[in-house]
């Protein structure tokens, strides 16, 4: 092309780009293999990519082996946590690839014997790890570990059964602290919240969602600087139930009182959307928190000093109004870094220009 350049030698300019604590923009930035660097001053003309970048977006609650991982990459959704399936297949999912979401693994979820979720109907064999006391319970985490999970979860479901006793469950917490990692625990019943947070649990897989916690509960769970994954569009899939007050009632006071609460899901059960889901987004707007937090909430608040190998657009700038930012960011797109210079519109481009001197 005599009288033009290929895209993969000039730089993107998009409108805005997630910093972790606001929208700044635009911002340009040329492709580096597969990663986005800053464009130094002085480069060719941008490329008018436009729309907003993320550096990630990150459903916190998924069960990986019920959905399809591709789908839910291009919805949005650039890493995901699985917190439940068999172990050697979980870990299977830590291959890196860029055209999948990066995922970590919690394996399989200590439980009682017979207990949630072993006869659940979701869970397949193996996705339950069967502990009947300390011992056991010290052995299955250091197994897990091994296989290269970076959380521990245990079933604290009272409704669907037995669950493991205080000496057990704090057998868990502390073998999983001297390894590095952190406990997430499902609660569901009467008292397994209090339980969790008095046994040092660092992070609650659901908003608890079957009682109405005290104020005192849920100050001491801010006050260890405990963790909630939202997972409230469960509660009903859009018709919202009396589970889902529940659950907006006790995240909204923890978020009253600095509680911090992770965008999750517990994508697999029921009809939810593959990718971002608006409802998920604007239930933790009901639930008070602000447009900053909101978007902490699934994009993080780490800075976007070089995106990639995935990164999630969306193609338009941020929305004025906070009402509008759920739909809007169920507008994402995942992509590989290299993708960005294969979106329509930006394969054959007109002779370069310096900076700041082009037009639409």
Known sequence: MS???????????????????????????????????PAPAGSTAALPLGGTLFSSLTDHHVHLGLVDPGALFA????????????????????????ALP???????????????????????????AEVGGPREAGDAVRRHVMLGASRI?????????????????????????????????????????????E?????????????????????????RGMTWISTLDIHGWGVPNEHHRIAVDNLRRFIAQGGRVLYGTDLGNGDLPVGVNARELAALQKAGLTRTDLVRAIAG??????????????????????????AWLATARGLRVPDLL?????????????????TP
């Open 199 to 223: 046994a040092g649990v660092d992070q609650l897989a659901h908003t608890p969602f079957t009682e109405r916690l005290d104020d005192a509960l849920i100050a001491e769970a801010v006050r």
């Open 301 to 326: 608040d780490q800075p976007a000093t070089a995106p990639g190998p995935r990164v999630a657009w969306v193609p338009t700038p941020p929305p004025a109004d906070d009402d509008d930012l759920p």
């Open 342 to 358: 294969t979106l329509p519109g930006l394969l054959t481009l007109p002779a370069r220009r310096p900076l700041g001197q082009d």
């Open 75 to 98: 919805g949005g959704i650039t890493h995901a946590v699985d917190l439940g399936w068999i172990p050697d297949v979980a870990a299977s999912w830590l291959a890196d690839d860029p």
């Open 3 to 37: 009288d033009g350049e290929r895209a993969p030698d000039r730089p993107l300019q998009v409108d805005a780009v997630w910093t972790g604590t606001a929208f700044d923009g635009p911002r340009t930035f040329r492709v580096d293999g597969e990663r986005l660097v």
């Open 102 to 128: 990066a995922v970590a693994i919690a394996g399989a979820l200590l439980t009682a014997p017979g207990g949630y979720p072993a006869r659940s109907g979701w869970a397949p064999e193996g996705a339950a």
């Open 153 to 197: 979860k245990v079933a604290l479901n009272s409704d669907a059964g037995e669950t493991v006793d205080n000496p057990t469950l704090a057998a868990i917490v502390e073998e999983s602290h001297a390894a590095g990692l952190p406990v997430v625990a499902h609660v569901q019943g009467p008292g397994q919240p209090a339980r969790a947070v």
